[in-house]
């Protein structure tokens, strides 16, 4: 799926603080890599980029 900056994504848990699940907002992509950060902690979630 291909993501869009600022659109809200979850993820199951957050890889630092273990929130169940987490969201966020994709943000603008450095050095190629997507990301949103956790709501809880602001931890930076990868967002995998799958081709439509």
């Known amino acids: 799926m291909r ?4 659109e809200l994504v979850t993820a199951k848990k ?3 603080c273990n929130a169940e699940p987490t969201s966020g907002l994709v943000a603008e992509p450095m050095y190629g890599n997507w990301f949103f950060n956790c709501s809880k902690c602001g ?3 990868k ?4 081709p439509d």
């Open 3 to 6: 993501y869009k900056v600022g």
């Open 14 to 16: 957050c890889p630092r």
């Open 43 to 45: 931890f930076a979630i």
């Open 47 to 50: 967002v995998d980029q799958q």
